[in-house]
C-alpha cells in the first residue's frame, strides 16, 4: 500500500505519525500532474485531491512530488485524515470504501458518471 509523503496543512509526513491517527474516507483526485522538474521519474506527481464529499463544501489536500504511476485525474480515492484535526490529510490510495454513506454515493456515482463522458 502506498501512502503519501506530506501534508498541505502540516509540514509533517505521514511517517511521522502513528498509522493509528487517522482514519480513512472517500475522495477524489481533483487534479494529478507531472512535477515540473524534468529530471523526475514520469510517474512523480503533484496531487489535489477533495474528501469530506458528503459536505457541502468538501474539503481540499494536495501532497508534491509523490511517486504514484496510478494517480490520475479523477479517480476515486481514498483520503487518510487526522483524528485530531481533518485538515491534516495525506492521499491514502486509489479505490473506493466500502461503508460510503447515500451522499457520498451519490456525489461519487455523479463524478463518475461525469468522467465517463469526458472519456466519449
Known amino acids: 500500500m502506498s501512502f503519501g509523503l506530506s501534508s498541505c496543512e502540516s509540514e509533517k509526513r505521514y511517517s ?3 498509522e493509528s491517527d487517522f482514519y480513512e474516507v472517500q475522495g ?3 487534479s494529478a500532474n507531472p512535477t515540473s522538474d ?3 521519474s514520469p510517474t512523480e506527481k503533484n496531487i489535489r485531491f477533495k474528501y469530506f464529499l458528503d459536505l457541502d463544501n468538501p474539503k481540499s489536500g494536495m501532497e508534491n512530488d509523490l511517486d504514484m504511476f ?3 485525474t479523477g479517480y476515486p480515492l481514498i483520503v487518510l485524515v487526522h483524528k485530531d484535526d481533518e485538515n491534516i490529510s ?3 490510495r486509489v479505490g473506493i470504501l466500502e461503508n460510503l454513506n447515500n451522499k457520498e454515493k451519490e456525489f461519487l456515482s455523479g463524478h463518475i458518471k461525469n468522467q465517463m463522458e469526458l472519456i466519449d
Do not use: H, S, T
Request: a negative charge; zero cysteines; charged letters at 35%.
Open 16 to 18: 511521522e505519525y502513528n
Open 28 to 30: 477524489f483526485i481533483e
Open 38 to 40: 524534468p529530471f523526475d
Open 70 to 72: 496510478e494517480a490520475k
Open 90 to 92: 495525506f492521499y491514502g
